[in-house]
């Protein structure tokens, strides 16, 4: 049996630069809190814990002072920076360059508006911590819109700018540019802009074509995880031997019966040991069943 780990899966470029930062402090000995999971992978942010990672939510981060706090990929808005300000927090911000940018766009667009009939509206998931950092640049004022049904809440007879969530899918962006095309008054200007990472876009046809190689798939992905659930999907539509794994302990090997390959592969925030402790695993159990 050939088991093969998909090279194009672990960590974007973001997840890397925030725990190479996390893990630079944490070697210092320097006490390191972290706002909200580096990670969405539960075994990822248990090894930096081990570390010394400190893990708080936005209620803890208000009542800390004179402490250093990291700052995920995701992005935070204004306020976080503020907090940090009035209570001399030293702030590590790991904040993804490709997010930063578009917060900075995003947030020349609002101040420029030079009137109330212009409606700045982000296609991505609400709740999420990189769109509450992307409508914080709007003092909350832009519209979130996950799907095409979602588009209801936009006034079409108003000028729409329309920006994506970084690690949204390609396909339902262009869905949503045509739904508001189609619907929008001819007196109202559209203009939308693809913000989207190519880094994970290209990660899906990839992982489609990967997931076709190979008799059974198995993903590694925290739970947490929105950009892996939409990936798993991509390799569950193409084959549907594929099976969404938290860590090697929750392999079935009833799955590889009869099978001549499986393919290793995750999402953004899953990390390489990860799927090379599963691929050690399947050898171990194969090598034990000689």
């Given at each position: 049996?050939t088991?093969?780990?998909?090279?194009g899966?672990?960590?974007?470029?973001?997840?890397t630069?925030?725990?190479?930062?996390?893990?630079?402090?944490?070697t210092?000995g320097?006490k390191?809190?972290?706002?909200?999971?580096?990670?969405?992978?539960g075994k990822e942010?248990?090894r930096?814990?081990?570390m010394?990672?400190?893990?708080?939510?936005?209620?803890?981060?208000?009542?800390?002072?004179d402490?250093?706090?990291?700052?995920r990929?995701?992005?935070?808005?204004?306020?976080?920076?503020d907090?940090a300000?009035?209570?001399?927090?030293?702030?590590?911000?790991a904040?993804?360059p490709?997010?930063?940018h578009?917060?900075?766009?995003?947030?020349?667009?609002?101040?420029s508006l030079e009137?109330?009939?212009k409606?700045?509206?982000?296609?991505?998931?609400?709740?999420h911590?990189?769109?509450?950092?992307?409508v914080g640049?709007?003092e909350?004022?832009?519209?979130v819109i996950e799907?095409p049904e979602?588009?209801s809440k936009?006034?079409?007879?108003?000028?729409?700018?329309?920006?994506?969530?970084t690690?949204?899918?390609?396909?339902?962006?262009r869905?949503?540019?045509?739904?508001?095309?189609?619907?929008?008054?001819?007196?109202?200007?559209?203009?939308y802009?693809?913000?989207?990472?190519?880094?994970?876009a290209?990660?899906?046809?990839?992982?489609?074509?990967?997931?076709?190689?190979?008799?059974?798939?198995?993903?590694?992905c925290?739970?947490?995880?929105?950009?892996?659930?939409?990936?798993?999907?991509?390799?569950?539509n193409v084959?549907?031997q594929?099976?969404?794994?938290d860590?090697a302990?929750?392999?079935?090997f009833?799955w590889?019966?009869?099978?001549?390959?499986?393919?290793i592969?995750?999402?953004t925030?899953?990390?390489k040991?990860?799927m090379?402790?599963?691929k050690?695993?399947?050898?171990?159990?194969?090598?034990?069943?000689e």
């Open positions: 049996m088991i093969e780990i998909d090279q899966s672990g960590f974007c470029f973001g997840v630069r925030a725990i190479n930062k996390a893990e630079e402090e944490l210092q320097c390191l809190y972290c706002l909200g999971d580096i990670v969405h992978n942010c248990d930096l814990k081990k010394g990672l400190i893990t708080i939510d936005h209620q803890d981060f208000e009542k800390l002072s402490v250093k706090v990291l700052l990929a995701h992005g935070e808005p204004p306020a976080t920076y907090t300000r009035q209570n001399r927090i030293e702030i590590i911000d904040t993804c490709v997010v930063l578009l917060q900075e766009r995003i947030k020349k667009e609002f101040t009137s109330q009939d409606q700045i509206v982000i296609f991505g998931k609400k709740g911590a990189e769109v509450l950092g992307l640049q709007t909350g004022k832009a519209i799907t979602d588009v936009v006034d079409f007879n108003k000028d729409i700018y329309l920006y994506s969530q690690t949204k899918p390609l396909e339902g962006f869905q949503i540019v045509e739904y508001i095309r189609t619907h929008i008054s001819p007196t109202a200007t559209f203009r802009y693809d913000t989207i990472c190519r880094q994970v290209n990660r899906m046809p990839h992982i489609r074509e990967f997931a076709s190689r190979h008799d059974v798939i198995l993903f590694v925290g739970k947490k995880s929105s950009n892996g659930r939409v990936l798993f999907n991509e390799c569950k084959n549907p594929s099976y969404m794994i860590a302990n929750e392999i079935d009833n590889l019966t009869g099978c001549n390959s499986v393919g592969c995750g999402a925030s899953t990390p040991w990860l090379e402790e599963c050690v695993s399947i050898e171990q159990f194969l090598g034990s069943h």
